[in-house]
C-alpha cells in the first residue's frame, strides 16, 4: 500500500510561483515513475509531469518550460516547481504513482 500527500497549493497573481510536494509512504521504492496531474473544474484529469521509470522526464506541452518536477528517493518526495504561474493552471494537482496510487490532491488557484 502507497499513500500519497500533497502539500503547497495556494492562491497566486498571474506571473507567481509555487512549489508543490509529494510525500510518499508505505511500500514504494523508488520516485521513479510518479508525476502530476491537474484537473480543472468541467474538464478531465491531465497529466502535468512525470518521472519515467528510467528517471526522466516528460512534462504537458502548455506547462514545459515553466512548470519542473523534481524529487529525492530518500526523502520519497517529489516536488513540482510551477513559475509562470497563468489562470489556465487553475486545478486541483495530485500527486500520482504508477498512475496508480493517487493523493487527495491541493488546489491551486491563479487569479489574472
Known amino acids: 500500500q502507497v499513500q500519497l500527500v500533497e502539500s503547497g497549493g495556494g492562491l497566486v497573481q498571474a506571473g507567481g510561483s509555487l512549489r508543490l510536494s509529494c510525500a510518499a509512504s508505505?511500500?514504494?521504492?523508488?520516485?521513479?515513475?510518479m508525476g502530476w496531474h491537474r484537473q480543472a473544474p468541467g474538464k478531465q484529469r491531465e497529466l502535468v509531469a512525470r518521472?519515467?521509470?528510467?528517471?526522466?522526464?516528460i512534462y504537458a506541452g502548455s506547462v514545459k518550460g515553466r512548470f519542473t518536477i523534481s524529487g529525492d528517493n530518500a526523502k520519497k518526495m517529489v516536488y513540482l516547481q510551477m513559475n509562470g504561474l497563468k489562470p489556465e493552471d487553475t486545478a486541483v494537482y495530485y500527486c500520482e504513482s504508477g498512475s496508480y496510487y493517487w493523493g487527495h490532491g491541493t488546489q491551486v488557484t491563479v487569479s489574472s
Open positions: 508505505g511500500s514504494i521504492f523508488s520516485i521513479n515513475g
Open positions: 518521472i519515467t521509470s528510467l528517471g526522466g522526464t
